[in-house]
């Protein structure tokens, strides 16, 4: 059974920095497609960052230059370093794992590709 658990949400001054991880367990973690998505509050879950096994990545337009996404297969651990934080960046923050799409939609960051998500952290962002 595929299970993720995503820690290192906070709240924090714009312009700060985080760094979320999820844990991963129940599959081949390393030949998975992973990626972060984020909700706020009234709207439609949007995605933020996708990784492929080999280590390829895509980036929503709005974290571009801000946001790493990377892997560890060995400790089957994702994560998204988050930088220069925006007011705007304010959600909850979810991970999602899934092998069943091709490549070119998985760096499409879509959540509908994705079948597997964990619960969320919350990132909170003031001005």
């Known amino acids: 059974q595929v299970q993720l658990v995503e820690s290192g949400g906070g709240s924090l001054q714009s312009g700060g920095s985080l760094r979320l991880s999820c844990a991963a367990s129940?599959?081949?973690?390393?030949?998975?497609?992973m990626g972060w998505f984020r909700q706020a509050p009234g709207t439609e879950r949007e995605g933020v960052a996708v990784?492929?096994?080999?280590?390829?990545?895509n980036y929503a337009g709005s974290v571009k230059g801000r946001f790493t996404i990377s892997r560890d297969n060995a400790k089957n651990t994702l994560y998204l370093q988050m930088n220069s934080l925006k007011p705007e960046d304010t959600a909850m923050y979810y991970c999602?794992?899934?092998?069943?799409?091709?490549?070119?939609?998985?760096?499409?960051?879509?959540?509908?590709?994705?079948?597997?998500w964990g619960q969320g952290t919350q990132v909170t962002v003031s001005s």
């Open positions: 999602a794992a899934d092998h069943r799409m091709t490549t070119r939609q998985a760096l499409q960051i879509r959540p509908g590709y994705f079948g597997f």
């Open positions: 129940g599959y081949t973690h390393s030949t998975y497609y």
């Open positions: 990784i492929t096994s080999g280590g390829t990545t």
